[in-house]
Structures are given as C-alpha cells and as structure tokens.
C-alpha cells in the first residue's frame, strides 16, 4: 500500500464514481478524458485495486470501487475544511436565479451568517433547466428552482432540499382590468392569455407549472417572446406584449405595473435547493443549515389550507404537511 495518496486522483474517482462515464467526469474537472483515465489508472496501481469496470457502452464501479466511495468522500472533506481553515478554499457558486427573487437571497445571507470564513459568491442563472447543466458540469454548486419539473435525466443526476412553498402572483399592467384587486382569483384570469416563459430553453419547469396551472381554468400560456437578456430588456418586452405574467409573490417590482397574489385556489411553487449528488464543499453544510432554519422560523414548508401544487411536485417534497 502507498504511504500517502494524492487527494487529486481521489477527487478524480470520485468524480467518475458520480458520473459513471470518463467523458462527462472529464468536463466537470476541466481536464482531458486521457488525463483523467491516467489518474484514475494510477490511483487503481496504488491501491492494488480494480475500481471501475469498463465496457465500450458503460462504466461501473467494482465492490472496491464501491466500498471506497466514502472514504474518498471524507478525505476530500476533510482537505476542504483545512484549505479553509486557511483561507485557501474555493468558494462556493450559488445560483440564486434572479437577482430580484427572496427565497435563494435570504438563504444565501443567512449562510453566509453561520459561516462567515467561508466565499459564498451568487450566480445568476435565470433558470433551474439552465443551471441544471451547469450544476452538473461542476460548474456552479447550487441553485434554487422547481426540481420536480426538471428533465427525469437530470433529477437523476441531482439532488435537492426542499426549502419553501411559494405562493404564486400574477404581474398586471396597471392599467390592467384586474389591476384593481388586492387578489386575483384565478378564475377571473379565464380568457387571459399569460406569459410563463414559454420558449426560453433556461426555465421549462416554469412554464410546465404554468400549464398544470391553467389546465380547464380557460387561461393560455402566451407564445414564446423574444428571449430578453437582463432585466431591462425583459421589462421592454413585456411591456410592448402586455400580457399578465406569472410569477411569485415577491417578485420585484416592474415599471408601471402591480403584482397582485393569486387566490382560489392559492397556486404554489415549491421551492428546493438543488445540487449535484456528490457535492463536497464545507460552505455547503452551511447553506443547507441555512436552508433548513430559515424554513422552520418563517414557516415556509407549511402548505396553507387550500393550497394548490400539482402531484409530482408534491411527491418531490418529501415533507409532512
């Protein structure tokens, strides 16, 4: 047996552990497929042991591959803890979606509270689909969104915490007939036609919440818009379509127009924190913590009476109401 062993070749098991393919495993560490087969080879040399099987159609770990995952697992987090202990951690990428929206940003500060050692840096990546490949490909580290309306192919690489049922709003030109309610039942939207980012490759799951939503209430999803980049020329487009936009009740205010909630029933989306299986990163304890307390005190994983939230997002939660 080695008298030590390079952390490096056990990340780069690890990683191919996770992603049981050399090519995808390659990309997520930003070195070349041959190099990381190289490492892997001579990690396999150093212990004596046969760690994959190799086809030309999959890869699979050995009963040694398997035994020494968690092992490798606390070697890396170990390594993490004393890099940071001085200074010399990576930070942590945090995908918070948008830079208006609440529940990623307090989790993020409340993170950045019970571990102010650590880098915790925010991302923005407009949508859970679109983070997904960027979570996946390592990246960024985490992100908030509606995990269940992720591709299967995805949620199979991923996993997520749930972290709040959020009550959905509709954004209203102020002029809007609806304008002047302080709730919008959804019943009055029937023969509305409204913007949930149909089209835009980054936010699916919104648009397929959407859909469930509207399903024999009378209310269209808008066509596809112009894919708007920035939150200026989002705000012009919707301006000039002047559709309702689904949305949620903290979603920033826009230009002359309102957010009103919706009600009868209150539609909700459940948000999650979202990583990749696998993830080793000592800021990331903190942002789950974070997570969990802010859920508890705020009551965010309380469904109110009445509430509505399609069945597959309901199964994802995993939670007791």
């Known amino acids: 047996m080695p008298a030590h062993l ?30 990381l087969s190289r490492d892997v080879r001579r990690l396999e040399r150093e212990l004596g042991a046969e760690l994959f099987v190799r086809t030309t159609r999959q890869v699979t770990l050995t009963a040694d591959g398997e035994r020494l995952v968690p092992y490798a697992r606390r070697v890396l987090v170990a390594q993490e803890a004393l890099l940071s202990a001085f200074g010399q951690a990576r930070p942590l990428l945090v995908d918070l979606n948008s830079p208006g929206l609440v529940t990623g940003r307090r989790v993020l500060h409340r993170a950045r509270e019970l571990a102010p050692e650590q880098e915790l840096m925010a991302r923005f990546e407009s949508g859970l689909t679109g983070a997904a490949g960027e979570l996946i490909a390592g990246r960024l580290d985490a992100s908030f969104g509606r995990y269940a309306g992720l591709d299967p192919a995805l949620r199979a690489q991923l996993d997520h915490q749930p972290v709040r049922y959020e009550p959905m709003a509709v954004v209203l030109p102020e002029d809007h007939r609806l304008a002047g309610n302080e709730a919008v039942p959804l019943e009055a939207l029937a023969g509305e036609t409204v913007y949930a980012g149909a089209g835009n490759p980054r936010t699916p799951e919104w648009t397929d919440l959407a859909r469930r939503l509207f399903e024999g209430r009378g209310i269209q999803v808008a066509a596809p818009a112009p894919l708007a980049v920035g939150d200026e020329e989002f705000q012009r487009i919707m301006a000039k379509m002047r559709n309702p936009i689904l949305a949620v009740v ?66 994802a939660a995993n939670v007791c109401d």
């Open 6 to 35: 390079d952390p490096r070749l056990l990340r780069a098991f690890l990683t191919v552990a996770e992603e049981l393919h050399f090519t995808r495993a390659a990309a997520r560490l930003y070195v070349a497929q041959q190099a």
């Open 250 to 315: 903290d979603f920033p205010a826009m230009p002359s127009t309102v957010v009103r909630p919706l009600v009868d029933p209150v539609p909700l989306s459940l948000v999650s924190l979202v990583w990749r299986k696998g993830l080793v990163h000592p800021g990331f304890d903190a942002l789950r913590r974070a997570a969990a307390q802010l859920a508890a005190e705020e009551g965010w994983l309380r469904r109110p009476v009445g509430g509505w939230i399609p069945a597959i997002d309901s199964a």
